[in-house]
């Protein structure tokens, strides 16, 4: 979840002062088309696009895989009369193994994405797909609401409810109330208490949740499939997309994985957004990758630099992670600290790309 505008501006400065430093009807009511690309393809860039079609067709499995587990969940409420709490007390056993395995494959469907999501938000042909599947918010929040609405079984609409990832997370991890059977306590385990990730999902919402979020994930796959690569998509990717340090930082911050049972965040539950940091700029670092060449006969020092210093962000975010995972737990100020120090480099190396792209002629979105 991003604010990739606001990026804009803030470039039109750092390209010159960041050379320092070493450092289907209403369930996909807006489903972006495949177009065609805004210049010709870059014959060196098929790398990029193949690692694209690796996650899209990674992600189309994995959310059919999710859709066809909800509806099995769905089946059993509704030979439960339709009653979560009476199934639960009956099969107790079985509804926690399958919300096990929903889980499961949420977790897995989370980095396929993420790791992506630098050539999905950053090309413009293909952005629109970040704000339904990843980042888009819902209708209290205009200016950045995903384009779609979901129909319920029952025939009720829910208007621009938030992005799929979002959805189900919250639906499956038992984030969101809202989307919680009603009426029925979640003690998956019958040890008469409710404990994270303890849940116990509306069949309904979930139903309809991973059935237009797998619809969404293969029209992904369509249109990238249909996308020809071209040397302005990895230049706008790197630009647009690397410079967003700050905001995943203070969604860390926010999220049970600092605040606990005081978190702001319903989303990065799951899984930890430093997860979701170094996947996204394991993506940006495979796109540099592709276009170093092109930079290099720019500047081929400062084609060395950018590259060194985009390595050490990633390896950055890495020992982060490392050391979440390892049991050290940060706090709310430590969060801020190293946001901003990430979100400096960040910019700096974007402003280096940005610069190279005027250097080579290539025409950037803004």
């Not at 606001?6 to 390209?15: D, E, G, I, K, V």
């Not at 989370?110 to 090309?123: D, H, I, K, L, S």
């Not at 919250?170 to 306590?185: C, I, M």
Request: overall charge negative; glycine content about 10%; aromatic content about 6%.
């Amino acid at each position: 979840m991003r604010t990739i505008l606001a990026t804009a501006a803030l470039l039109a400065a750092l390209s010159l002062a960041a050379c320092g430093g070493d450092d289907e009807t209403d369930r996909a009511a807006a489903t972006p088309e495949a177009g065609t690309a805004r210049t010709a393809a870059d014959p060196g860039l098929g790398a990029i696009k193949g690692y694209l079609l690796e996650h899209t067709e990674a992600l189309s499995a994995s959310t059919a895989q999710l859709a066809g587990q909800a509806e099995r969940y769905r089946a059993l409420v509704g030979a439960a009369g339709g009653n979560h709490g009476r199934l639960l007390g009956e099969r107790r056993e079985e509804v926690a193994e399958l919300v096990g395995e929903m889980q499961a494959t949420w977790r897995k469907a989370n980095p396929e994405y993420e790791e992506m999501e630098g050539v999905v938000a950053g090309v413009p042909e293909l952005s629109e797909y970040d704000t339904i599947i990843d980042a888009g918010a819902d209708g209290s929040d205009p200016e950045n609401a995903v384009p779609f609405d979901v129909k319920l079984p029952s025939g009720e609409v829910l208007r621009k409810p938030g992005n799929f990832f979002f959805l189900t997370e919250t639906s499956l991890f038992g984030t969101n109330p809202d989307f919680q059977a009603k009426g029925a306590e979640a003690d998956l385990d019958g040890d008469g208490e409710v404990a994270f990730p303890e849940a116990l999902p509306d069949a309904d919402h979930l139903f309809a949740f991973t059935r237009d979020f797998a619809a969404q994930a293969r029209q992904l796959d369509a249109s990238a499939k249909a996308w020809t690569p071209a040397r302005a998509d990895a230049f706008q990717a790197l630009v647009t997309m690397t410079p967003t340090m700050s905001e995943y930082f203070g969604q860390w911050k926010n999220s049970r994985f600092i605040a606990g049972n005081e978190a702001d965040e319903a989303s990065f539950a799951a899984a930890s957004r430093l997860n979701d940091i170094e996947d996204i700029l394991s993506g940006l670092v495979l796109i540099y990758d592709n276009i170093r060449p092109a930079v290099e006969e720019a500047d081929r020092a400062q084609a060395e630099q950018t590259g060194r210093q985009l390595e050490r962000l990633l390896a950055f975010a890495t020992d982060l992670r490392k050391k979440e995972q390892a049991g050290t737990r940060f706090d709310a100020e430590q969060a801020d600290t190293l946001g901003a120090e990430a979100q400096g480099r960040a910019e700096a190396i974007a402003g280096q790309v940005s610069q190279a792209a005027g250097q080579l002629g290539v025409e950037l979105e803004s």
